[in-house]
Structure formats: C-alpha cells, structure tokens
C-alpha cells in the first residue's frame, strides 16, 4: 500500500465517469429513473436481508443478558445466569459489570475499525465481523464464573465494533440521502424486532428440558446463526459499487452517478488522512455524540432490564418474556413509520426532537405513575418508539451529512463511541437493591431523553443557518449534481446538509 503526496491510501488508482450525455439523455426522457427504480430494488433484494438479519443476530447477542438474568426452567427448576454463574449476584453489581463489559471494548474500537474497513472488501471485513462475534456469543454458553463472562462479552464488543458504525458507511455507498433514513430504519428496526424475537425464544428456551441450565442453550440458539450469516455474507453481499460483480456495467454506471448525488464518492482504497483530523474537530459530531450517549443510556438499560422492569408489575418469569414483545414490535412499526417521514420531508432534528420527547413521557409515566399498571405498560411503549425511532434517525444524518467517505468513516463511529458510553451508564442504573421502583433510572432516563431532544432542536438550527450562509455566499447548487468532498468534506461551498 503506497502513500502518495496528497496523503490517501489508494488501493488502484481507478478512473469512474460519473455524469455522460447518454445519461442526461436517458434522464430527459424517463428511462433513467425507470432503470435507477429497478436498481435499487435490485440492491435492497440483496443488501437489506442480509443487513438487517446481520444486526438482529448481533443485537441478539449484545442483549440477551436482560433474558438470561431472568430465565429459569419451567419444569426442572434450572437456574438463572446470576445464581447459576455468578454466585447469586444479589446486589446485582457483578450481572452489571458483565452487561457493561461488552461496552468497554465496542466503545475503544469503533473506530480504528471503522476507518481500517475502507480497506478491505466490504462482503470480506462484515463476514469476518459477524463469524468472530457470533463464536464469542456461542462460547457464553461455557462461562462458570464471572471472569468467563467478562472475557467472551469483551471480545463480543470487539468483534461487533467493525460492524455497527460500518453499515451506515456501506449504505451511503448504494443508497441516496432521500433514500437512507428508511433504510437505515429497517436496518436498525431489527433491533426492536431482536427484542421481541428475543422474548419469544427465550420463551421457548425455558421450557425446554436439557441436561444444563437453560440459559446456556439461549446463548447457543442466538450465537450460532450470526456464524452461519457471516459466512454467507462472504459469498452473497455486494461489494463497492465500482467493484462488485452484483452489478452489470449498466448497472454500475448507475450506481456510480447515485452515489456522486449531493456528494462524491472514494474509488478503491482510499483513506484521507485529512478528513480524519476534520472529523476529530468538528463539533456538531460531539453534539451528535451527546445525543447518542442520551438515546443509548435507555436503549442499553431498556434492553438489559426490560424483563425486570416488567417483573415489577406483577408477571411470572414465563409472561415476562412473552409481555416484552408488544413493545419491541411497535417500536419497530413506528421507527420504518418515522423514517420515512423524516425521508420525505429531508428533516432530521426535528423528528429526533419529537421521538426522544415520546421516549421521556415514557419515563416521567414509571416515576409518577406507580400503581396503575396499565399506564406503566404504556410506558414501556413510549420508550422503545421514542428510542428506537431517533437512534435510527440520527444515524442517517450523519450517514450524509460528514461529506466523504472517510469523515464518514471516522466520524460516524465517533459520535457512537461517545454515545455507547451511556450504554455503560445504563447497565448500572437498575441494580435489584433499587427495585421495585426503580426511581434513580428513570429519572436519569428521563432527564437524558429530554437533553438529547434540546440538542437536536440546537444542531437542526445549526445546519439551517449554515445552508442558509451557502447559499448566500457562492448561490444555491443544483439539486442533486455532483459535489467535490475530496479536499473538503462536508465543508465544500456547494455541499448542503440535510437539516
């Protein structure tokens, strides 16, 4: 791998034709959008089931915690995790720090991996990801202590490190701007339906008589598919646009012009050192971050304590399971439903605002709301739409909004990290000596949910005055024409945010 003066790792030096006159022809009379119509179709046949099964395997994994801590035997009385590997744990200090442990490496990690996957083939770096995290998740199954869980939940987090952060990076090379907050949903939607999924197996995991503790054969159920996916992966997922064989030649003329749509895409290879330093400096990603740390402080405890929240209203450990579906499948309805909107409208910040509000009345109901049942169920309701619905927005803004590829690259898994350290926040605000109220977690929940409202209202602001100064400054671009980001970034006069 050769450095050259401009300071970019290139892996071949390719040429790519992005606009012709047999496009602009093609686009005159109609056919062009007819044959963009079937491409994409084409690339959500291929990209999206293996995408999305990829994260409901993944967020499977990370989670399962919260049904092992709670899964007993129905009929040969076999213990849960906590009594079974961790010597009753009845403070509930030790299930914490084996929750968080995932969240120490994930956090380190994304990225240097994140900027490391514009290295290598993308079908190659995810299969390896999911093949490495699934075998962790599997070998939870043989952990008697707790320095065995630590050490299977920290390669966990590293292996799912190079995952997370690279999908947005992978979409935004197929995928437009009006195009990738559906996407994104339906990609982080998954993790809602790996909540309710989650809840049915382990459902069905605690009825069944084995000669070991139930728990265990959850964590074999739920690990051994991310490997069997990992390897597909490797045969079936489509490569970079200018490389992959999914595509014909016509096909890929398309998708080049796609992807140089309001910004330009890298060939090959190639990471600008640059932008690295660009997106270490840039503070709206800190903000975003900030964001992130609020949504993933309740996204992480929703998803550790859900059973034992749901405990506390008065249901057996076998409904428990089954009574965190309901929840999970709205928020997944509601997160495709907001995306969408936010699609169709090209606003981001706003509906943030207005989700993570959801997700705070959610909580302000469990503080102040102790006896009615019914309401306290609702609540749950509120939290995961509320949740769900702005991490996979926020996503998507910043899947467009950092300009190249390696801002992108090293900014998305920035905002992340900052914001996965409200994972680890989270796996410590339910300890059992606080139930059944649980008024610490909530509140701290809640005033989070609230924070990272008023920041996305700050940073839409922030993004609509900088449009604003623009298109003042150098006139308002052409819709959709192809943008420089080589030297820039997000920060090249006739580059606009998506606000």
Not at 219 to 241: H, K, M, N, Q, S
Not at 286 to 299: D, E, K, M, Q
Not at 354 to 380: K, Q
């Amino acid at each position: 791998m050769a450095y050259d003066e401009s300071k970019e790792f290139r892996g071949e030096d390719m040429k790519v034709e992005v606009a012709t006159e047999e496009q602009a022809s093609a686009e005159a009379s109609g056919t062009w959008f007819m044959e963009e119509q079937r491409l994409v179709r084409k690339l959500d046949r291929r990209i999206l089931p293996i995408a999305c099964s990829l994260y409901l395997f993944a967020y499977l994994d990370r989670s399962n915690l919260g049904n092992a801590r709670v899964l007993t035997g129905t009929h040969d009385g076999q213990q849960p995790l906590p009594t079974d590997a961790l010597g009753g744990d009845p403070t509930g200090i030790l299930f914490d720090w084996v929750n968080s442990a995932f969240f120490f490496s994930y956090i380190l990690c994304q990225v240097p991996a994140t900027v490391l996957s514009k290295l290598f083939a993308p079908r190659i770096w995810l299969a390896c990801a999911a093949i490495g995290w699934g075998t962790c998740s599997t070998l939870m199954s043989t952990g008697f202590d707790f320095g065995g869980l630590m050490t299977t939940r920290v390669f966990l987090g590293i292996f799912e490190a190079g995952f997370g952060p690279a999908i947005p990076l992978y979409f935004s090379l197929f995928y437009t701007k009006e195009e990738m907050g559906l996407r994104m949903a339906y990609w982080f939607g998954f993790a809602a339906v790996a909540g309710a999924f989650g809840g049915i197996v382990a459902f069905g995991i605690q009825n069944a008589i084995i000669p070991f503790s139930n728990w265990r054969l959850l964590f074999i159920v739920e690990g051994l598919p991310a490997v069997c996916l990992g390897i597909l992966t490797f045969f079936f997922l489509p490569d970079r646009p200018e490389s992959t064989h999914y595509l014909n030649e016509r096909e890929r003329e398309i998708a080049l012009a796609r992807m140089n749509r309001g910004t330009s895409g890298d060939v090959g290879a190639v990471v600008t050192k640059s932008h690295i330093t660009m997106a270490f400096r840039d503070w709206r990603i800190y903000v975003g971050g900030i964001i992130y740390f609020a949504l993933n402080c309740s996204l992480a405890s929703t998803s550790a304590f859900l059973p034992t929240i749901l405990k506390t209203l008065g249901f057996s450990s076998a409904r428990v399971q089954l009574m965190t579906v309901p929840p999970y499948a709205v928020a997944a309805f509601v997160i495709v439903l907001g995306s969408w909107i936010s699609d169709r409208l090209q606003s981001r910040g706003i509906p943030i605002a207005l989700a993570s509000l959801v997700g705070g009345i959610g909580y302000l109901i469990l503080l102040f709301v102790p006896d009615n049942l019914h309401a306290r169920y609702f609540a749950t309701f509120c939290i995961t739409s509320g949740t769900y619905t702005s991490i996979g927005i926020i996503i998507a803004w910043f899947a467009h909004n950092l300009g190249s590829e390696t801002k992108k690259a090293t900014g998305i898994p920035m905002f992340m990290a900052i914001g996965q350290c409200g994972s680890i926040l989270g796996s410590h605000l339910f300890p059992s000596t606080d139930g059944p109220r649980y008024i610490t977690g909530f509140a701290v929940c809640c005033g989070l949910e609230l924070f990272g409202a008023i920041c996305a209202l700050i940073m839409t602001i922030s993004y609509r005055i900088d449009n604003a100064r623009r298109n003042k400054l150098y006139g308002v671009p052409e819709e959709d024409a192809r943008v420089d980001v080589a030297e820039m970034a997000d920060k090249a006069p006739t580059f606009r945010y998506i606000i």
